[in-house]
């Protein structure tokens, strides 16, 4: 029965986060197989003690009503698409900001005097709330290519100064910011690579037990003990990212939710969540996402990085790959003939010591095997009626085999 009631989110984070009573905030329709995150907002000033937003000049020029431009630093050579949304906000759920999938293209509602900022496209109202608001949106998926993200950087035309730290910033932050980063040859690189790091590759934990807060002890305490929320590894990417020459902000709102119905998702109180926006030439600022996947899921495709197809080694392929088109694949491979031969009824005794020594092998091949039946009797067992866990557990199934037949997965894949 409580107002969730929204000024700085990143503030609200946490409370949202473990409050007892996980009530609807947002319920929506669309056409995304996939839908965007839902953001409220973007902070784009860090004063060293927390990410807040910058001035937000909201003319009457600017009303949602009159039509949007187009978002910021997206150019015409990114291949782009549009989805509808139809967005219902409940009385849950009381907030000046409006919740929208980044970037929109149009924004259709009879309610309230409703105004864009140009420079993040963030929209809010001064004569009303989102209590109970209705609202349809376009919302513009962009798909960049790994060539088009490499792009030489560029810091874009904005009176905020994105790449702005203060300069008390504890020197760790720097120092692991090149670490991680080391091998990197352009932005798109580093970003990558934080957010692996982040993701799989730093040892970090999911644990909404830490207290809130971005300051110098904070980050410190965050990265030593690699344990924190999504306000932690949000704030703390993006302000790496600065670090290192990319301009980058903290955008905060809500997961995806939950798909109900086809077509029919619900957002709840406990789905808030933070993530780093960062800018790229000719594209803009696209999301990144360092919060485990055991929290947000798969991050988004084109963070991920490109690899070059893996080639089997001669050495691992089986008897069936190297068959000439004169074989029979269905013919029996020469292990299981001789378990055949060596299994039939006969009464030379020479045969007794290669059964017994195929038996050997077999126990010794069939180990493995059964550890790993094992193992994943346990993982499933473990999954219940949790589709994420279930999600995770095909994962690992298949990362599993892959390792089997010499091909390992990195987690990232």
């Known amino acids: 029965g409580q107002t969730i009631r929204t000024d700085n989110p990143i503030v609200d984070l946490r409370r949202d986060l473990v409050q007892p009573e996980n009530v609807d905030v947002i319920r929506y329709t669309t056409t995304a197989s996939d839908p965007e995150y839902l953001r409220l907002l973007t902070l784009d000033v860090y004063d060293g003690t927390v990410w807040r937003t910058s001035d937000r000049p909201v003319p009457e020029d600017n009303r949602i009503s009159g039509g949007l431009p187009n978002p910021p630093g997206l150019g015409s050579e990114i291949t782009r698409s549009e989805e509808q949304y139809t967005i219902q906000v409940t009385d849950n759920l009381q907030s000046q900001w409006l919740p929208l999938p980044y970037p929109v293209s149009d924004i259709t509602t009879a309610d309230g005097d409703w105004r864009y900022h140009a420079d993040t496209m963030d929209v809010v109202a001064t ?237 010794l091949a069939l180990t493995p095997l059964l550890v790993g039946v094992v193992v994943r009797r346990r993982r499933w067992a473990a999954v219940g009626s949790d589709n994420r866990r279930a999600a995770e557990a095909a994962w690992a199934d298949v990362s599993d085999a892959a390792l089997e037949v010499g091909l390992p997965a990195s987690p990232h894949d």
Not at 320 to 348: I, K, R, V, Y
Request: charged fraction near 25%; charge should be negative.
């Open 127 to 363: 004569d009303r709330d989102t209590r109970g608001l209705r609202y349809d949106v376009t919302s513009v998926v962009i798909d960049p290519t790994v060539e088009q993200l490499s792009g030489p950087p560029v810091i874009p035309g904005r009176q905020i100064d994105v790449l702005d730290l203060p300069d008390d910033l504890p020197p760790l932050v720097r120092d692991l910011a090149r670490e991680v980063t080391t091998d990197s040859v352009d932005n798109y690189e580093r970003a990558v690579d934080l957010q692996r790091w982040f993701r799989d590759e730093g040892g970090f934990t999911y644990d909404l037990s830490i207290d809130p807060g971005n300051g110098s002890d904070d980050l410190v305490a965050f990265l030593e003990d690699r344990r924190g929320y999504c306000e932690q590894f949000a704030a703390t990417m993006a302000i790496m990212a600065r670090t290192l020459g990319i301009p980058a902000r903290v955008a905060v709102g809500y997961l995806r939710g939950e798909e109900e119905q086809p077509g029919f998702w619900v957002v709840r109180a406990q789905d808030a969540h933070a993530w780093p926006e960062l800018y790229f030439e000719d594209i803009g600022w696209v999301r990144f996402e360092p919060t485990p996947g055991s929290r947000t899921g798969t991050a988004p495709a084109y963070t991920v990085g490109e690899s070059a197809p893996t080639e089997v080694p001669e050495s691992l392929q089986s008897p069936l790959d190297s068959q000439t088109g004169d074989n029979d694949p269905n013919q029996a491979a020469p292990l299981d003939a001789a378990l055949e031969q060596g299994g039939a009824a006969g009464s030379a005794p020479s045969r007794w010591p290669l059964v017994a020594a195929i038996g050997a092998l077999m126990l």
